[in-house]
């Protein structure tokens, strides 16, 4: 699968570094769009925030758009992953879908998903009870049998039926589940990847 991957990637202890590492890993072709310069160049200083009341250089942002809507175009990605793209504008992403309606656009605007690191209610908990509407779908199960051989699960379209106050949803994912290793060789972790591919799989589906 080829991914057009947008992120902070200057430095490997930055998750969005590590996230395109194991989808490299994983065998998928990565097309970096590194954001770092222009997060950099488009930043006004704390005086220049204080005095003009604006947080971004305009012809810088208007640089960093110009310059991503290019880059996507030519790369044709299956996936845009965009890891906060603070510097992205609505029309430019409604530009990119609209002259590459074949990709998924990805977009993530928080590492932490399960809630602020500062918030003792919040913070960082066992999976099992961050994601409980997943109870009974066999994806813990999943998990726990990655964390245990080290064999990568990876799933297309996968039929996932979650719980919630609603009743049960039904919903498709692709899904990859992938070992994290130490220096040693050890596995100390697990890493998710997951896209709701819902609405395309419903609407290849055959209506007869």
Known sequence: MKIFFLGSLGADWMSGWQR???LR???HEIVPFPQDDYLQRASHGRLDRWLTGQIW???EVDRFNLDFLRAVKMARP???WLEWPKLLRPETIQAARRQLPQCSFVCFQDDNPFGGRDDEKNSWRLFTEAIPEYEGTGYFELVERVFETGEPFIAHGARVQLSSDAGPRLGYRDVIIQALRGDDG???GIVY???DVTAEVEGNSDPT
């Open 78 to 80: 299956e996936i845009a």
């Open 57 to 59: 250089k305009e012809e």
């Open 193 to 195: 990847f997951g896209i």
């Open 186 to 188: 050890e596995i100390n």
């Open 25 to 27: 890993e994983l065998g």
């Open 20 to 22: 395109c590492q194991t």
